[in-house]
């Protein structure tokens, strides 16, 4: 292997021959030092919408990042045009380094895992309380990701004016989770974004629901057309200015600081690409009783020592009910 440095001569320089004026190439990339910092607002079939200081910048990714590819909430490092005027293109130079990841896979058996948001510091899981039914093994898998991830979960239930949300609360009392209930009035009187705007101040919330739960609409709420033109959001409204999202799009937040990140409504949230052994991460009351399970323990088998654990009072029975629950939905369907 060739190294380059100080003693670099011609001998060390790669070029393709037979072809003229082809410049040398070698390993050195730019360090591209007065690059730009911005922040992914959107893709769209290798065009990535990013926020520069106040400017909207269209740009793509350079050759030189190989197939790593920048998702929505990316910090990025820009060079070229960023005037942000029309045909104008700039070039994502460097991916910096995530805080947290929103990921998921198309079911359980797809080993291809995708990333969906990049730095998103809290994960809003949508579910109506009826019309659709609420889908509690959906959910779970949400809060897997989530834990996963390195974000901390919301739960935002809508159409309490249609059923209550004792029984959802309660299957969830045990993790702590912040949950806000809504109605469909308050969506409507603008009630419900107020409320939710308390848990959203100064951080960057991604948005996860199926379709039907009011997602969209609540986001809507939250971020008036005046503000989402403002980010030159373009592809993501019909013909006749109704809302549909086809990919996640970063929009900042009216009222308060922070963004939302409102993403495609989901079918099934496959989990392939989760290690189990991060989950636990998430339960700290819980982690320190592992010390004690076999190798490899999947913390639901009679081994484990997390039943003496909870046995000898350092945690709640339903603390470990709550993370058996979570881990075993990598291998139940969502409908189950």
Same mark, same amino acid.
């Given at each position: 292997?060739?190294?380059?440095?100080?003693?670099?001569?011609?001998?060390?320089?790669?070029?393709?021959?037979?072809?003229?004026?082809?410049?040398?190439?070698?390993?050195?990339?730019?360090?591209?030092?007065?690059?730009?910092?911005?922040?992914?607002?959107?893709?769209?079939?290798?065009?990535?919408?990013? *926020?520069? =200081?106040?400017?909207?910048?269209?740009?793509?990714?350079?050759?030189?990042? /190989? &197939?790593?590819? +920048?998702? %929505? #909430?990316?910090?990025?490092?820009?060079?070229?045009?960023?005037?942000?005027?029309?045909?104008?293109?700039?070039?994502?130079?460097?991916?910096?380094?995530?805080?947290?990841?929103?990921?998921?896979?198309?079911?359980?058996?797809?080993?291809?895992?995708?990333?969906?948001?990049?730095?998103?510091?809290?994960?809003?899981?949508?579910?109506?309380?009826?019309?659709?039914?609420?889908?509690?093994?959906?959910?779970?898998?949400?809060?897997?990701?989530?834990?996963?991830?390195?974000?901390?979960?919301?739960?935002?239930?809508?159409?309490?004016?249609?059923?209550?949300?004792?029984?959802?609360?309660?299957?969830?009392?045990?993790?702590?989770?912040?949950?806000?209930?809504?109605?469909?009035?308050? *969506?409507? =009187?603008?009630?419900?974004?107020?409320?939710?705007?308390?848990?959203?101040? /100064? &951080?960057?919330? +991604?948005? %996860? #629901?199926?379709?039907?739960?009011?997602?969209?609409?609540?986001?809507?709420?939250?971020?008036?057309?005046?503000?989402?033109?403002?980010?030159?959001?373009?592809?993501?409204?019909?013909?006749?200015?109704?809302?549909?999202?086809?990919?996640?799009?970063?929009?900042?937040?009216?009222?308060?600081?922070?963004?939302?990140?409102?993403?495609?409504?989901?079918?099934?949230?496959?989990?392939?690409?989760?290690?189990?052994?991060?989950?636990?991460?998430?339960?700290?009351?819980?982690?320190?009783?592992?010390?004690?399970?076999?190798?490899?323990?999947?913390?639901?088998?009679?081994?484990?020592?997390?039943?003496?654990?909870?046995?000898?009072?350092?945690?709640?029975?339903?603390?470990?009910?709550? *993370?058996?629950?979570?881990?075993?939905?990598?291998?139940?369907?969502?409908?189950?």
């Amino acid at each position: 292997m060739r190294r380059y440095g100080k003693h670099t001569d011609e001998d060390d320089i790669r070029t393709r021959p037979g072809r003229r004026n082809t410049r040398p190439r070698t390993n050195i990339r730019p360090k591209h030092e007065d690059a730009a910092e911005g922040m992914v607002l959107t893709v769209d079939r290798g065009r990535l919408t990013c *926020l520069v =200081d106040d400017r909207v910048v269209l740009a793509m990714k350079a050759r030189e990042l /190989g &197939r790593k590819a +920048a998702v %929505v #909430g990316d910090r990025v490092a820009l060079v070229g045009d960023l005037s942000g005027k029309k045909d104008t293109l700039a070039r994502i130079v460097r991916i910096e380094e995530r805080t947290s990841l929103l990921r998921r896979t198309a079911d359980d058996d797809d080993p291809f895992e995708r990333v969906v948001v990049a730095n998103a510091d809290q994960l809003a899981i949508v579910t109506a309380l009826a019309d659709p039914e609420p889908r509690p093994r959906l959910i779970d898998r949400c809060l897997v990701a989530a834990y996963d991830g390195g974000l901390e979960p919301l739960l935002v239930m809508t159409k309490s004016d249609l059923a209550p949300p004792d029984e959802l609360l309660e299957l969830y009392g045990s993790l702590d989770i912040p949950h806000v209930v809504t109605s469909r009035e308050e *969506l409507q =009187d603008g009630g419900a974004a107020d409320r939710v705007r308390e848990y959203l101040d /100064g &951080r960057v919330t +991604a948005f %996860v #629901g199926h379709s039907g739960v009011g997602k969209t609409t609540l986001v809507n709420a939250l971020v008036p057309e005046e503000r989402r033109r403002s980010t030159g959001h373009v592809n993501a409204v019909t013909g006749r200015g109704r809302h549909t999202t086809t990919s996640a799009l970063a929009l900042p937040l009216t009222y308060v600081d922070g963004w939302v990140i409102d993403t495609p409504g989901v079918r099934s949230f496959g989990l392939a690409h989760i290690d189990p052994s991060r989950v636990i991460h998430a339960f700290p009351d819980l982690e320190p009783g592992t010390e004690g399970c076999p190798r490899a323990c999947s913390h639901d088998e009679p081994d484990c020592a997390l039943d003496q654990w909870v046995e000898e009072g350092h945690a709640d029975p339903a603390r470990l009910y709550s *993370l058996r629950r979570l881990l075993a939905t990598r291998e139940r369907t969502e409908g189950d």
